[in-house]
């Protein structure tokens, strides 16, 4: 039987405008890219662009040549597109998000949303009398539903906008950026429990026709219900599918498609009933699963269509919106006096949080201006408040216009932002030696970057990541960065280290990220390392590994014809004025078994630490003999022995002048509380202060390590280059795991004089380095040589005199 008339038109109708949207994306995508060769160089995000290019189209008139439909506006026809789009994108973003660093910022996050929140919704309840005459010219049911709506849309954040904008410009790893994230998410979703629960009032009972309030209601807890089994069922069947796709990249192709349909159902259980999916599909991408092939393939598979198509149309569809014909002073006045009131809400509010978190005007007043973004996401309500007639229609597009103005004002800020961090960034002194002897955060979590060239040196960089992280649950996301081989196959050799990475994951709790990247020449990489490093990640500690692998009789040998050792000169000298960076050699086939091979502390199972199997007093061993890269090893080495599995000692090579090996020496009482709970004093030998650097690194290691009992001494007195040969080769031989030592340079000259032999050799790891790193005896554990970050230069690189 063959369809009817209206059947056929309304198929016609939809085909029309699939192919509008296909043709508006298209030149939105192709036009703002043009728009963005401008932009960028004043780091502007996209986004601007994207919303110049679909004010551009917009006004082509498009819509009226291919869907010959009258519509009321343009969310009658993108609205399910944009619908889809926000439940993807925010999904993305809470799979994306670094949980502990969030966890860690929860305190700013809830002070910042709550002072924000809170002021807007006064400040509307303040002025809606005044501004009823300037957003209406009809009567209205209610002035107290006008009040509502109002209070909703200046409190009102957009997620979607502000976190786009932030990932793009790579601050989400930033306080400041983190902070803007967070806080725009939690207002997003405070204001959208505010609109479900005002959507269900006998007052807006027509919101959704054919239903009342107590029916709405009741689907809203039925939707809520249903996203609650879900993510009940959620991580068996990610964990079933893992099992299913062991040691492999990815997951099939039916498999990822039956997960993106998953996520689309379920963030639209809310809006089935009516209600915004932005929680359930933010939720769900916070509570799926991280390890595994599951998480990766639901990644890449989603990342690039998001970004390269769908965000550009979200965002280009906010422009297509303006009805330049309809513009008048009755919607610019209404849109302007909208923004100043969401710019006075919002700022004050940050600036009153800013009092309680000790933050800076400056920043408080940037936050307050970023969170006042409102993009698509107050179009639900202010459709709504136009059908309702709580407003005129004119006031609809005012609200329009006044979006996009938010959005556009929060560019240049998010630009002025991105300079700051990364001045700040650069400048910052933030050096593992500092950390140490700061009293305020010596436990500070640090953010890591890991390079691996392999599966088979992966278990001891990880070994080492672990040990440097204080607790899983507070350790910010963990990046490791796969460089393979350009004749490897790179889904195999991707495979074979994420096997494990997910081990690691599984066992000790921490969140680690895995990048993989093919091996482009040693220059092309060593960018590409600093430049996560410095941009995306905002490392304190830059991992590589050694160019020399160890073979099976000891002996190390240089694979890939030395370019991996011009990498690593790369990679120190770009990083130098970055972050600390450290090299290690790994010695799998050290006798003593390697205790970096494997996890040795933070495990979410109930078998402890011994019942793995694992040495609990691993042996590690410092040399020091002084300069920035020295203490910097030092501090390295005692962030490693704050694991209780660690036993950590301190060797100090001192040159023998005649009978006496140290200049200043002075006694000093440490204290410490005995077995019975009663004080004893210590009396130990301990270097004077002064104003040696080094001496104070020596007295403070032996003060806080040694006289507490967490650590030991040696000082060995040597008279020339062989007897520090000598002294470095017997320490390190059969007793120590790892050997910790700074790269050198800045080390006192008359300890390294007549190293000539290991000069060429050792621009990598310096002279200590390359003796202990190439040392062929399979008693010889691993070396771990450390570059201390450059000190910042003074202003206008002056040196600046002395306070006198």
């Known amino acids: 039987m063959a369809g009817s008339p209206a059947d056929c038109a309304v198929q016609n109708v939809s085909l029309d405008t699939l192919f509008l949207i296909v043709i508006q994306a298209a030149a939105v995508v192709v036009i703002g890219k043009f728009i963005h060769l401008s932009l960028r160089r004043h780091n502007l995000p996209s986004a601007i662009s994207q919303i110049i290019a679909g004010i551009m189209v917009g006004s082509l008139g498009l819509h009226e040549m291919i869907v010959h439909v009258d519509v009321e506006n343009v969310e009658d026809t993108y609205g399910w597109y944009v619908s889809e789009a926000r439940i993807f994108y925010m999904f993305y973003v809470g799979l994306d998000a670094d949980l502990a660093a969030l966890w ?38 209610s002035p107290e539903l006008l009040a509502a709506v109002l209070m ?75 996203v609650g089994i879900a993510m009940a069922l959620l991580k068996p069947a990610v964990g079933y599918i893992n099992r299913r796709n062991a040691r492999k990249h990815r997951v099939g192709s039916w498999e990822l498609v039956i997960l993106l349909l998953a996520v689309s159902f379920i963030g639209n259980f809310p809006e089935h009933a009516g209600f915004d999916g932005m929680p359930a599909s933010f939720v769900l991408g916070l509570a799926f699963p991280r390890e595994g092939p599951v998480a990766r393939s639901v990644m890449d598979a989603v990342a690039y269509p998001l970004h390269a198509v769908a965000l550009p149309f979200y965002f280009g569809a906010m422009g297509m919106r303006i009805n330049f014909a309809a513009m008048s002073g009755a919607i610019v006045v209404p849109a302007v006096l909208l923004t100043i009131l969401g710019l006075v809400g919002k700022c004050a509010g940050t600036i009153a949080a800013a009092r309680y978190l000790k933050m800076p005007i400056a920043d408080a007043i940037r936050l307050g201006m970023l969170l006042n973004v409102k993009g698509n996401v107050n179009m639900i309500d202010m459709s709504f408040a136009s059908s309702e007639g709580i407003w005129a229609e004119q006031a609809l597009m005012a609200m329009v216009v006044g979006s996009i103005m938010s959005t556009v004002i929060a560019g240049p800020v998010f630009a002025v932002m991105f300079r700051k961090e990364r001045d700040a960034y650069a400048c910052a002194d933030m050096s593992l030696e500092r950390r140490m002897s700061s009293s305020s955060s010596p436990d500070a979590e640090i953010r890591m970057l890991a390079c691996v060239h392999g599966a088979r040196g992966a278990p001891a960089m990880l070994g080492i990541v672990e040990l440097m992280a204080a607790a899983p649950r507070s350790q910010p996301t963990i990046h490791v960065l796969h460089m393979f081989d350009a004749e490897e196959d790179d889904e195999d050799a991707a495979a074979r280290v994420n096997c494990v990475v997910d081990v690691f994951i599984t066992a000790t709790g921490l969140s680690i990220r895995q990048i993989d990247v093919g091996d482009r020449g040693a220059a092309v990489n060593a960018r590409n390392i600093v430049g996560r490093c410095a ?71 109930e078998e402890t630490t011994t019942a793995r199997g694992i040495d609990r007093n691993t042996a590690i061993a410092t040399v020091f003999l002084g300069g920035p890269d020295d203490r910097e090893a030092v501090a390295f080495a005692c962030r490693l022995a704050r694991n209780d599995a660690i036993k950590l000692t301190l060797i100090r090579l001192v040159l023998r002048l005649g009978d006496v090996t140290r200049d200043v020496i002075a006694e000093d009482e440490a204290h410490f509380v005995s077995d019975d709970g009663g004080e004893e004093a210590l009396s130990v030998v301990v270097d004077g202060g002064g104003d040696d650097e080094d001496v104070r690194c020596v007295a403070a290691f032996r003060r806080e390590y040694v006289a507490k009992e967490k650590g030991e001494y040696e000082e060995k007195a040597v008279g020339g280059p062989v007897d520090v040969v000598e002294a470095l080769r017997g320490g390190g031989r059969g007793e120590f795991a790892l050997m910790v030592v700074g790269r ?39 070396v771990l040589v450390v570059q201390q970050k450059t000190p910042p230069l003074s202003p206008f690189h002056l040196d600046m005199p002395p306070a006198v």
Not at 110 to 115: R, S
Not at 121 to 129: E, I, K, P
Not at 535 to 551: C, F, K, S
Not at 559 to 587: S, Y
């Open 152 to 226: 909703l849309t200046l409190a009102n954040t957009a997620s979607v906008d502000v976190s786009r904008m932030a990932a793009e410009l790579k601050l989400s790893a930033t306080d400041s950026g983190r902070l803007a994230v967070s806080a725009a998410i939690a207002s997003n979703v405070i204001c959208i429990v505010g609109e479900g629960v005002f959507s269900c009032m006998k007052l807006a009972s027509s919101k959704t026709p054919g239903y009342t309030a107590a029916e709405r209601l009741g689907m809203g807890i039925l939707a809520l219900v249903k």
């Open 104 to 141: 860690n910022d929860a305190r700013r996050c809830t002070a910042a949303t709550y002072a924000s929140v809170a002021t807007c919704l006064l400040l509307a309840a303040f002025v809606s009398g005044g501004i009823y005459g300037s957003m209406m010219h009809t009567p209205v049911k």
């Open 744 to 782: 050198g340079g800045r080390q006192p000259p008359e300890l390294v004089v007549g190293l000539e032999r290991w000069a060429a050799e050792c621009a990598e790891v310096g002279p200590v380095g390359e003796i202990l790193a190439t040392d062929g005896s399979l008693e010889m554990g691993s």
């Open 535 to 605: 941009e995306d990640v905002r490392a304190g500690i830059l991992m590589v590994p050694y160019h020399r692998e160890q073979r099976h009789d000891g002996a190390m040998v240089c694979r890939r014809e030395g370019r991996r050792r011009e990498l690593n000169r790369e990679v120190l000298d770009r990083a130098a004025a970055c972050c600390t960076v450290a090299v290690l050699a790994d010695r799998p086939f050290w006798r003593g078994g390697s205790a970096f091979r494997v996890p040795t502390r933070m495990s979410r199972r």
